[in-house]
Protein backbone atom coordinates (compact mmCIF):
# COMPACT_ATOMS: atom_id res chain seq x y z
CA UNK A 1 0.00 0.00 0.00
CA UNK A 2 1.40 3.47 -0.69
CA UNK A 3 2.13 5.90 1.48
CA UNK A 4 2.15 9.47 1.82
CA UNK A 5 3.57 12.76 3.40
CA UNK A 6 1.56 15.57 4.68
CA UNK A 7 1.24 18.03 2.29
CA UNK A 8 2.24 21.66 3.05
CA UNK A 9 -1.36 23.70 2.24
CA UNK A 10 -1.65 26.71 0.15
CA UNK A 11 -4.04 29.42 0.11
CA UNK A 12 -6.29 29.88 -2.69
CA UNK A 13 -5.91 33.69 -2.56
CA UNK A 14 -8.17 34.71 -5.18
CA UNK A 15 -10.40 32.65 -8.14
CA UNK A 16 -12.50 33.39 -10.62
CA UNK A 17 -15.10 31.32 -12.81
CA UNK A 18 -17.04 31.35 -16.18
CA UNK A 19 -19.05 28.76 -17.68
CA UNK A 20 -22.59 28.46 -19.22
CA UNK A 21 -23.90 30.25 -16.15
CA UNK A 22 -22.61 33.18 -16.32
CA UNK A 23 -19.44 35.28 -15.96
CA UNK A 24 -17.79 35.41 -12.88
CA UNK A 25 -18.88 34.08 -9.23
CA UNK A 26 -21.30 35.74 -8.68
CA UNK A 27 -23.37 34.39 -11.86
CA UNK A 28 -22.36 31.15 -11.00
CA UNK A 29 -23.30 31.21 -7.62
CA UNK A 30 -26.87 32.82 -8.16
CA UNK A 31 -27.67 30.02 -10.40
CA UNK A 32 -26.07 27.36 -8.46
CA UNK A 33 -28.27 28.55 -5.39
CA UNK A 34 -31.54 28.51 -7.78
CA UNK A 35 -30.70 25.26 -9.05
CA UNK A 36 -30.72 26.28 -12.35
CA UNK A 37 -28.88 24.81 -15.63
CA UNK A 38 -27.02 26.54 -18.66
CA UNK A 39 -27.13 23.75 -20.86
CA UNK A 40 -29.46 24.10 -24.05
CA UNK A 41 -30.17 22.53 -26.98
CA UNK A 42 -27.23 22.39 -29.31
CA UNK A 43 -26.79 25.16 -31.99
CA UNK A 44 -22.72 25.43 -32.17
CA UNK A 45 -21.58 26.00 -35.41
CA UNK A 46 -22.78 23.50 -38.06
CA UNK A 47 -22.72 20.51 -35.23
CA UNK A 48 -26.03 18.57 -36.09
CA UNK A 49 -26.36 16.60 -33.13
CA UNK A 50 -29.72 15.87 -31.04
CA UNK A 51 -27.59 17.01 -27.42
CA UNK A 52 -27.59 19.51 -24.85
CA UNK A 53 -24.63 21.22 -24.56
CA UNK A 54 -23.41 24.56 -21.93
CA UNK A 55 -22.44 27.29 -24.33
CA UNK A 56 -20.77 30.61 -22.68
CA UNK A 57 -22.75 33.79 -23.79
CA UNK A 58 -20.67 36.41 -25.96
CA UNK A 59 -17.43 34.96 -26.57
CA UNK A 60 -17.49 35.91 -30.21
CA UNK A 61 -18.01 39.54 -29.10
CA UNK A 62 -15.03 39.27 -26.72
CA UNK A 63 -12.24 41.44 -28.26
CA UNK A 64 -8.61 39.89 -27.60
CA UNK A 65 -5.86 42.91 -25.83
CA UNK A 66 -3.92 44.31 -28.47
CA UNK A 67 -0.70 43.11 -27.74
CA UNK A 68 -1.99 39.78 -27.61
CA UNK A 69 -4.03 39.14 -30.85
CA UNK A 70 -2.16 36.78 -32.42
CA UNK A 71 -3.65 34.19 -29.84
CA UNK A 72 -7.00 35.04 -31.15
CA UNK A 73 -9.38 31.87 -30.40
CA UNK A 74 -12.13 30.55 -29.41
CA UNK A 75 -9.97 28.88 -26.22
CA UNK A 76 -7.82 32.17 -25.16
CA UNK A 77 -11.13 34.37 -25.99
CA UNK A 78 -12.73 32.55 -23.08
CA UNK A 79 -9.36 32.39 -20.87
CA UNK A 80 -9.46 36.52 -21.20
CA UNK A 81 -13.20 36.54 -20.61
CA UNK A 82 -12.65 34.63 -17.18
CA UNK A 83 -9.33 36.98 -16.33
CA UNK A 84 -11.21 39.94 -16.55
CA UNK A 85 -13.76 38.98 -14.22
CA UNK A 86 -13.87 38.66 -10.08
CA UNK A 87 -11.27 41.33 -9.92
CA UNK A 88 -8.51 38.79 -10.42
CA UNK A 89 -6.17 39.94 -12.61
CA UNK A 90 -5.52 42.81 -9.83
CA UNK A 91 -4.73 40.29 -7.32
CA UNK A 92 -2.32 38.55 -9.92
CA UNK A 93 -0.70 41.92 -10.72
CA UNK A 94 -0.17 42.47 -6.76
CA UNK A 95 1.37 39.56 -6.03
CA UNK A 96 3.68 39.82 -9.12
CA UNK A 97 4.75 42.60 -7.55
CA UNK A 98 5.51 41.28 -4.12
CA UNK A 99 7.15 38.35 -5.30
CA UNK A 100 8.95 39.14 -8.46
CA UNK A 101 7.56 38.16 -12.39
CA UNK A 102 9.99 34.69 -12.51
CA UNK A 103 8.65 33.80 -9.28
CA UNK A 104 5.15 33.21 -10.39
CA UNK A 105 4.24 29.98 -12.04
CA UNK A 106 1.00 29.37 -14.93
CA UNK A 107 -0.11 25.77 -14.39
CA UNK A 108 -3.14 25.75 -17.07
CA UNK A 109 -5.19 22.39 -18.21
CA UNK A 110 -6.99 21.89 -21.24
CA UNK A 111 -7.57 19.00 -23.70
CA UNK A 112 -8.60 20.82 -26.82
CA UNK A 113 -7.13 24.47 -26.95
CA UNK A 114 -7.95 26.11 -29.86
CA UNK A 115 -8.51 23.47 -31.95
CA UNK A 116 -11.72 25.06 -33.48
CA UNK A 117 -9.19 27.54 -35.45
CA UNK A 118 -7.58 24.45 -37.45
CA UNK A 119 -11.74 22.80 -37.65
CA UNK A 120 -12.83 26.04 -39.57
CA UNK A 121 -9.56 26.25 -41.47
CA UNK A 122 -9.74 23.09 -42.84
CA UNK A 123 -13.20 24.35 -44.31
CA UNK A 124 -11.32 26.68 -46.69
CA UNK A 125 -8.79 24.94 -49.27
CA UNK A 126 -7.68 24.82 -52.47
CA UNK A 127 -10.02 23.39 -54.81
CA UNK A 128 -7.35 21.80 -57.01
CA UNK A 129 -4.19 21.79 -53.91
CA UNK A 130 -5.93 21.07 -51.41
CA UNK A 131 -4.08 23.27 -49.19
CA UNK A 132 -5.25 25.59 -46.75
CA UNK A 133 -6.14 29.12 -47.63
CA UNK A 134 -6.27 30.44 -44.23
CA UNK A 135 -4.15 28.32 -42.14
CA UNK A 136 -4.57 28.49 -38.77
CA UNK A 137 -1.73 30.05 -36.21
CA UNK A 138 -0.79 26.63 -34.54
CA UNK A 139 1.55 27.74 -32.02
CA UNK A 140 -1.15 30.38 -30.59
CA UNK A 141 -4.22 28.31 -30.81
CA UNK A 142 -4.18 24.46 -31.40
CA UNK A 143 -0.77 24.03 -29.69
CA UNK A 144 -2.24 23.28 -26.00
CA UNK A 145 0.93 25.50 -24.39
CA UNK A 146 -0.63 28.03 -25.82
CA UNK A 147 -3.25 27.85 -23.05
CA UNK A 148 -0.60 28.57 -20.69
CA UNK A 149 1.50 30.34 -22.77
CA UNK A 150 -1.38 33.19 -23.31
CA UNK A 151 -1.99 33.44 -19.22
CA UNK A 152 1.54 33.63 -18.88
CA UNK A 153 1.91 37.09 -21.54
CA UNK A 154 -1.73 38.06 -20.07
CA UNK A 155 0.42 39.47 -17.09
CA UNK A 156 3.63 39.51 -18.08
CA UNK A 157 5.29 36.58 -16.05
CA UNK A 158 8.41 34.63 -16.47
CA UNK A 159 8.37 31.62 -14.49
CA UNK A 160 7.83 28.33 -15.31
CA UNK A 161 4.91 27.55 -17.46
CA UNK A 162 2.99 24.22 -18.28
CA UNK A 163 0.19 23.20 -20.16
CA UNK A 164 -1.41 19.91 -18.28
CA UNK A 165 -3.73 17.58 -20.50
CA UNK A 166 -4.54 14.37 -19.41
CA UNK A 167 -8.11 14.66 -20.35
CA UNK A 168 -10.63 15.65 -17.77
CA UNK A 169 -8.27 15.57 -14.84
CA UNK A 170 -6.00 17.83 -16.30
CA UNK A 171 -6.75 20.92 -14.40
CA UNK A 172 -6.58 19.05 -11.09
CA UNK A 173 -3.46 18.35 -11.65
CA UNK A 174 -2.18 21.62 -12.27
CA UNK A 175 -2.91 21.94 -8.58
CA UNK A 176 -0.54 19.54 -7.77
CA UNK A 177 1.93 20.46 -9.81
CA UNK A 178 2.17 23.96 -8.43
CA UNK A 179 2.60 22.26 -4.86
CA UNK A 180 5.40 20.52 -6.05
CA UNK A 181 7.10 23.70 -7.39
CA UNK A 182 6.15 25.76 -4.52
CA UNK A 183 7.73 23.14 -2.18
CA UNK A 184 11.28 22.64 -4.54
CA UNK A 185 10.93 26.20 -3.72
CA UNK A 186 10.75 27.39 -7.68
CA UNK A 187 8.38 29.68 -7.30
CA UNK A 188 6.34 31.59 -4.57
CA UNK A 189 3.05 30.98 -6.14
CA UNK A 190 1.26 30.66 -9.17
CA UNK A 191 -2.01 31.34 -11.45
CA UNK A 192 -3.35 27.42 -12.16
CA UNK A 193 -6.89 26.20 -13.78
CA UNK A 194 -8.27 25.57 -16.63
CA UNK A 195 -9.33 26.43 -19.86
CA UNK A 196 -11.64 24.23 -22.45
CA UNK A 197 -13.97 25.36 -25.39
CA UNK A 198 -16.86 24.01 -27.69
CA UNK A 199 -15.21 22.10 -30.57
CA UNK A 200 -16.52 20.26 -33.43
CA UNK A 201 -13.86 17.38 -32.24
CA UNK A 202 -15.19 17.07 -28.87
CA UNK A 203 -18.90 17.17 -29.89
CA UNK A 204 -18.74 14.24 -32.71
CA UNK A 205 -15.83 12.64 -31.06
CA UNK A 206 -18.32 11.57 -27.69
CA UNK A 207 -21.30 11.55 -30.09
CA UNK A 208 -19.23 8.95 -32.02
CA UNK A 209 -18.21 7.09 -29.15
CA UNK A 210 -22.34 7.16 -28.01
CA UNK A 211 -21.40 8.76 -24.59
CA UNK A 212 -23.23 12.67 -25.12
CA UNK A 213 -26.85 12.54 -23.62
CA UNK A 214 -30.02 13.90 -26.39
CA UNK A 215 -31.28 16.18 -22.75
CA UNK A 216 -29.71 17.84 -20.55
CA UNK A 217 -26.88 15.18 -18.08
CA UNK A 218 -28.39 13.78 -15.28
CA UNK A 219 -25.82 12.58 -13.24
CA UNK A 220 -26.21 9.49 -10.61
CA UNK A 221 -30.09 8.97 -11.67
CA UNK A 222 -31.27 5.65 -12.49
CA UNK A 223 -31.96 6.96 -16.39
CA UNK A 224 -29.14 8.65 -17.23
CA UNK A 225 -27.65 8.17 -20.74
CA UNK A 226 -24.59 10.66 -21.51
CA UNK A 227 -23.17 13.41 -20.84
CA UNK A 228 -23.69 17.04 -22.08
CA UNK A 229 -20.34 19.02 -23.24
CA UNK A 230 -19.79 22.16 -21.84
CA UNK A 231 -16.89 24.73 -21.88
CA UNK A 232 -15.50 26.93 -18.95
CA UNK A 233 -12.34 28.54 -17.37
CA UNK A 234 -11.85 28.70 -13.91
CA UNK A 235 -8.67 30.30 -12.68
CA UNK A 236 -6.76 30.59 -8.99
CA UNK A 237 -4.09 31.93 -7.60
CA UNK A 238 -2.20 29.71 -4.98
CA UNK A 239 0.21 31.01 -2.55
CA UNK A 240 2.03 30.01 0.87
CA UNK A 241 -1.10 31.11 3.56
CA UNK A 242 -0.74 34.67 4.62
CA UNK A 243 -1.18 34.93 8.08
CA UNK A 244 -3.05 38.61 7.48
CA UNK A 245 -6.06 36.94 5.80
CA UNK A 246 -8.83 35.45 7.29
CA UNK A 247 -11.38 32.65 6.37
CA UNK A 248 -8.88 31.19 3.82
CA UNK A 249 -10.08 28.42 1.74
CA UNK A 250 -6.61 26.48 1.73
CA UNK A 251 -5.64 23.45 -0.51
CA UNK A 252 -5.07 20.72 1.77
CA UNK A 253 -4.25 17.63 -0.22
CA UNK A 254 -3.87 16.71 -3.69
CA UNK A 255 -4.08 12.97 -4.86
CA UNK A 256 -3.52 11.23 -7.96
CA UNK A 257 -3.88 8.26 -9.60
CA UNK A 258 -3.20 6.43 -12.81
CA UNK A 259 -4.77 2.86 -12.97
CA UNK A 260 -4.69 2.60 -16.70
CA UNK A 261 -7.78 0.29 -17.06
CA UNK A 262 -8.66 1.37 -20.24
CA UNK A 263 -8.18 3.86 -22.96
CA UNK A 264 -11.91 5.42 -22.34
CA UNK A 265 -13.79 3.58 -19.57
CA UNK A 266 -12.86 3.64 -16.12
CA UNK A 267 -12.44 0.38 -13.88
CA UNK A 268 -15.64 -0.87 -13.35
CA UNK A 269 -15.14 -0.91 -9.42
CA UNK A 270 -13.78 2.48 -9.02
CA UNK A 271 -10.36 1.28 -8.07
CA UNK A 272 -8.37 4.47 -9.67
CA UNK A 273 -10.97 6.98 -8.01
CA UNK A 274 -10.45 5.22 -4.77
CA UNK A 275 -6.57 5.68 -5.09
CA UNK A 276 -6.66 9.13 -5.46
CA UNK A 277 -9.25 9.83 -2.82
CA UNK A 278 -7.18 7.75 -0.29
CA UNK A 279 -3.79 9.48 -1.40
CA UNK A 280 -5.37 13.09 -0.84
CA UNK A 281 -6.89 12.25 1.90
CA UNK A 282 -3.45 10.98 3.67
CA UNK A 283 -1.90 14.23 2.36
CA UNK A 284 -4.46 16.29 3.60
CA UNK A 285 -3.92 14.38 7.25
CA UNK A 286 -7.67 13.86 7.34
CA UNK A 287 -10.03 10.76 7.65
CA UNK A 288 -12.99 10.53 5.51
CA UNK A 289 -15.30 11.55 8.46
CA UNK A 290 -13.23 15.61 7.75
CA UNK A 291 -15.44 15.22 4.60
CA UNK A 292 -18.12 17.22 4.76
CA UNK A 293 -19.18 17.26 0.74
CA UNK A 294 -17.74 15.31 -2.36
CA UNK A 295 -18.27 17.55 -5.42
CA UNK A 296 -17.90 14.17 -7.54
CA UNK A 297 -16.82 14.12 -10.92
CA UNK A 298 -20.31 12.61 -11.58
CA UNK A 299 -20.25 12.57 -16.34
CA UNK A 300 -23.54 10.88 -16.36
CA UNK A 301 -22.31 8.05 -18.14
CA UNK A 302 -23.65 4.92 -16.95
CA UNK A 303 -20.43 3.41 -16.51
CA UNK A 304 -18.86 6.46 -15.29
CA UNK A 305 -21.21 7.16 -12.55
CA UNK A 306 -21.70 3.41 -11.39
CA UNK A 307 -16.95 3.51 -11.24
CA UNK A 308 -17.29 6.53 -8.94
CA UNK A 309 -20.64 5.61 -7.40
CA UNK A 310 -18.86 2.12 -5.97
CA UNK A 311 -15.68 3.88 -5.08
CA UNK A 312 -17.13 6.47 -2.60
CA UNK A 313 -19.19 4.11 -1.32
CA UNK A 314 -16.38 1.89 -0.31
CA UNK A 315 -14.63 4.95 1.20
CA UNK A 316 -17.50 7.13 2.80
CA UNK A 317 -20.32 4.69 2.54
CA UNK A 318 -23.58 6.67 2.75
CA UNK A 319 -23.03 9.48 5.50
CA UNK A 320 -20.85 12.11 3.42
CA UNK A 321 -23.36 14.60 1.21
CA UNK A 322 -22.03 14.21 -3.01
CA UNK A 323 -23.43 15.90 -6.12
CA UNK A 324 -22.18 16.24 -9.30
CA UNK A 325 -22.42 19.94 -10.66
CA UNK A 326 -22.49 18.89 -14.03
CA UNK A 327 -26.08 18.83 -14.58
CA UNK A 328 -25.33 22.75 -14.08
CA UNK A 329 -22.15 23.43 -16.19
CA UNK A 330 -22.34 20.35 -18.28
CA UNK A 331 -18.96 18.49 -18.37
CA UNK A 332 -16.35 21.46 -19.59
CA UNK A 333 -14.11 18.51 -19.96
CA UNK A 334 -10.35 19.80 -19.67
CA UNK A 335 -11.40 22.70 -17.53
CA UNK A 336 -13.71 20.27 -15.29
CA UNK A 337 -11.36 20.05 -12.43
CA UNK A 338 -10.67 23.66 -12.07
CA UNK A 339 -14.49 24.47 -12.46
CA UNK A 340 -15.32 22.32 -9.96
CA UNK A 341 -12.49 23.54 -7.65
CA UNK A 342 -13.92 26.94 -7.67
CA UNK A 343 -17.36 25.62 -6.54
CA UNK A 344 -15.91 23.74 -4.19
CA UNK A 345 -14.66 26.92 -2.74
CA UNK A 346 -17.68 28.65 -3.21
CA UNK A 347 -19.34 26.25 -0.93
CA UNK A 348 -16.96 26.32 1.44
CA UNK A 349 -17.11 30.34 1.54
CA UNK A 350 -21.16 30.15 1.90
CA UNK A 351 -21.92 27.08 3.61
CA UNK A 352 -23.96 25.59 0.81
CA UNK A 353 -24.10 21.89 -0.70
CA UNK A 354 -25.53 22.18 -4.39
CA UNK A 355 -27.33 20.26 -5.29
CA UNK A 356 -27.46 17.89 -8.60
CA UNK A 357 -29.57 19.48 -10.68
CA UNK A 358 -31.77 17.72 -13.76
CA UNK A 359 -31.27 14.46 -11.45
CA UNK A 360 -34.48 13.10 -10.68
CA UNK A 361 -34.49 9.64 -9.33
CA UNK A 362 -30.85 8.30 -8.15
CA UNK A 363 -29.76 5.64 -8.82
CA UNK A 364 -30.68 3.02 -5.74
CA UNK A 365 -27.06 0.74 -7.09
CA UNK A 366 -25.20 3.16 -5.99
CA UNK A 367 -25.76 3.58 -2.12
CA UNK A 368 -24.06 7.24 -1.76
CA UNK A 369 -26.00 10.59 -0.29
CA UNK A 370 -26.60 12.32 -3.41
CA UNK A 371 -28.29 15.74 -3.00
CA UNK A 372 -31.05 16.75 -5.15
CA UNK A 373 -32.02 19.74 -2.72
CA UNK A 374 -29.39 22.17 -1.98
CA UNK A 375 -28.32 21.93 1.87
CA UNK A 376 -27.02 25.26 4.08
CA UNK A 377 -24.68 24.09 6.98
CA UNK A 378 -21.75 24.77 8.26
CA UNK A 379 -18.51 23.01 5.69
CA UNK A 380 -15.04 22.58 6.89
CA UNK A 381 -13.71 20.73 4.08
CA UNK A 382 -14.90 19.57 0.45
CA UNK A 383 -13.36 16.86 -1.87
CA UNK A 384 -13.58 17.44 -5.21
CA UNK A 385 -12.80 14.72 -8.13
CA UNK A 386 -11.63 14.99 -11.74
CA UNK A 387 -11.30 11.13 -13.32
CA UNK A 388 -9.67 11.00 -16.93
CA UNK A 389 -9.84 8.60 -19.94
CA UNK A 390 -6.83 6.40 -19.94
CA UNK A 391 -7.40 6.23 -15.69
CA UNK A 392 -5.51 9.17 -15.03
CA UNK A 393 -7.21 10.62 -11.66
CA UNK A 394 -6.90 13.40 -9.21
CA UNK A 395 -9.25 14.00 -6.06
CA UNK A 396 -8.60 17.40 -4.55
CA UNK A 397 -9.42 18.62 -0.83
CA UNK A 398 -10.01 22.01 0.36
CA UNK A 399 -10.37 23.25 3.72
CA UNK A 400 -11.61 26.78 5.48
CA UNK A 401 -8.96 27.64 7.84
CA UNK A 402 -10.07 28.43 11.25
Same mark, same amino acid.
Given at each position: ?????????????????????????????????????????????????????????????? @?????????????????????????????????????? @??????????????????????????????????????????????????????????????????????????????????????????????????????????????????????????????????????????????????????????????? !??????????????????? !???????????????????????????????????????????????????????? !????????????????????????????????????????????????????????????????????
Amino acid at each position: MATYTSMNPLQLSCFTLTTSLGAGLDANLQALLQQRSGLAPCSFETVCIDTAIGAVAGLDAV @AMRSDLREFDCRNNRLAQLALTQDNFAAQVRDAAQRYA @AQRVGVFIGTSTAGILETELAYRQRDPQSGLLLHPPHYRHSHNPYSSADFVRRYFGLTGPAATISTACSSSAKVFATAQRMIDADLIDAAIVGGVDSLCLTTLYGFSSLQLTSTQPCRPFDGQRDGISIGEGAAFILLERPLPARAANILLLGAGESSD !AYHMSSPHPEGRGAQQAMQ !AALARAGLTVDAIDYINLHGTATPSNDAAEGFAVAALFGARTPASSTKGATGHTLG !AAGAVEAVIGALALTHDVIPAGVNTRSVDSALPIDYVLENRRQPLRHVLSNSFGFGGTNCSLILGKSA
